[in-house]
Structures are given as C-alpha cells and as structure tokens.
C-alpha cells in the first residue's frame, strides 16, 4: 500500500499516520518529522529550512524531496509507505511520480474545520526528547507539561503560535488543496471526516482502506 495523507495542518495527519503505520506494519514517513530532525542535527538542510518552518512557509520542493527519495529507497519501504505531509505542492507531486510511477494507490484527505484546527494547533504539546505529541484538551499527559513516555519537559512547537498557524494555513490553500483535484483525477483521492476522537476518525479511515482501491493508472490515458 501506498498512501498519501492530504489535509490541512492540525487535520490530524500525523496522529492517523500513526495509527495506520500500527495497524498496517508500513512505515510513515512525515516531512515535517524530517525536516525537525534536520534542523536539531544543525546540518545543511536543517540550518536551509529552520527559518521558513518558523514562518509558516513551504521548504524548498528540491530539498523535501531529495528527504523523501532517500527515505522511501530503504528497505522497509519496498513493500509501501504512508507519506505525511509530502507532496505538498504539484512540483512534489510531479516529482515523486517520476521517482515512483506507479504511485500513489491512495490519497487520503480529512475534512476538518478550520476552528477545530486551529484548536487543535494552538493547544498541542510536543517531547522534544522522543517526539511524542500531546494536546491539552484532546490528549493531555498524566502530568501537565511532562512526556509520558520519557519524562521530558512538553513545549509548543515554534510553528504552532497563533499568527504563524494563520500563514500555515493559507499557503495550505494557496499551495496544497489544489492537488486534491489533481487526484481526483486520477481516481486515488478519498475524503474522511476528520472531526471527533482519534479513535472515531481512524475507523472511518479503516473502513475506506477496507475498501475498494482504486485501480492503477484510472484517469491517466483521458
Ligand atoms: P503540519 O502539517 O501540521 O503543518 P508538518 O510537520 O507536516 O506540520 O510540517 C511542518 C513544516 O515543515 C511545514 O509548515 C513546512 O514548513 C515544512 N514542510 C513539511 N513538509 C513539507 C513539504 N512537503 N514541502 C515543503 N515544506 C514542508
Ligand atoms: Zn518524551
């Protein structure tokens, strides 16, 4: 299986990613936990993409993608993946269909709000130790600000402030909502709900993964 997560930021992309990564043994490869590891590691791509994360910008299409060829050539991902938050753009989408033509299978998108986004933005508590995430109201450790898993001290992400949480959103729409209609087209694109508990988003995922796929190549030849 090979999946793509669309939706907005704070849709959920990552917890589901999660989930479906647990359920289905292929490994989710998240951009964004990428691009985060390459800025605490200080090395090129991370000192490139630091500033434009912190604004709420798009890092490069070469670098990102250069991220994900890299990835998905290891061995775990032979079998499929689950790509979070890649492709981003039409030039990503271009370039991982040049790097792996017969994919997408699926392109999963969640429905959500935007109030229940920016909620679920604003109050999400990230372990900078391990990575583990955490909201507030939705998913609050058993100790307010301490990782559950290692103890860390919790902290807001530096993109999730208010006004940066704002322009994530409006380069989301300007940059990223057009490749819905881009696979529609080709027959891959599914929309879930994405409003309610974890637990609730993830079986309506279930059940359109249970589903029909898509078949290969549907749209291309019109
Ligand atoms: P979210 O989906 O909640 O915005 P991510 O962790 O997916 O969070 O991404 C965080 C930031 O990393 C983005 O705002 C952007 O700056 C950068 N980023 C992640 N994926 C990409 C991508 N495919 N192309 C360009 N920039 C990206
Ligand atoms: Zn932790």
Redesign the pocket.
Known sequence: MRLILLGA??SG??TMGEMISRATGFPRI????L?RKAVREDNPVGRK?EA??KS????E?AT?TELVRERIAAPDCLGGYIL??????IA?AEAIEAIDPARPEIVLDRAVGEETIVGR?SGRRICPSCGAVFHVVNMPPKVAGVCDACEGDLVQRA?DAAATIRE?LRVYHEATAPLQARYRNKGTYRSVDGEGFPEEVYSRIAGVLAGPRPSAGKGRSA
């Open positions: 930021p704070g992309k990552g998240s951009t964004g936990d691009l993409a434009v994360m709420g910008g798009l890092v299409d990102v979070d938050g890649y492709p981003r753009t990503q933005l993109d994530r």
